[in-house]
């Protein structure tokens, strides 16, 4: 069955950087683009980032563009996110999920943003 496991999350001054790594495992990783999404308590989903099968093309939602960046590594089975200039807003659950949509994601990983 479909495994994702997220981490590297953690408390963060604003203006600093965090990097998110998600492991999959239970299907054919490198086929599947993935997502990332995150939530705030009380909150709907919010769509953060995209990144294609192959890890060529990536898109993100414009309240992170220009400070995230999406990789992944189809060897490691591995999707990444790059977080930089963090801001008290991008507090929130962030979580990896198998494209398409999100139903199918993992635990998630806690970013805190605060000084």
């Known amino acids: 069955q479909v495994q994702l496991v997220e981490s590297g999350g953690g408390l963060v001054q604003p203006g600093g950087s965090l990097i998110l790594s998600c492991a999959a495992s239970g299907f054919t990783f490198s086929t599947f683009s993935m997502n990332w999404v995150r939530q705030v308590p009380g909150k709907e989903l919010e769509w953060v980032s995209a990144?294609?099968?192959?890890?060529?093309?990536?898109a993100y939602a414009d309240s992170v563009k220009d400070r995230f960046s999406c990789s992944r590594d189809n060897a490691k089975n591995m999707v990444y996110l790059q977080m930089n200039d963090l801001k008290p807003e991008d507090t929130a659950v962030y979580y990896c999920?198998?494209?398409?949509?999100?139903?199918?994601r993992g635990q998630g990983t806690q970013v805190t943003v605060s000084s």
């Open positions: 990144i294609d099968s192959a890890g060529k093309n990536a």
């Open positions: 999920a198998k494209a398409p949509g999100w139903n199918q």
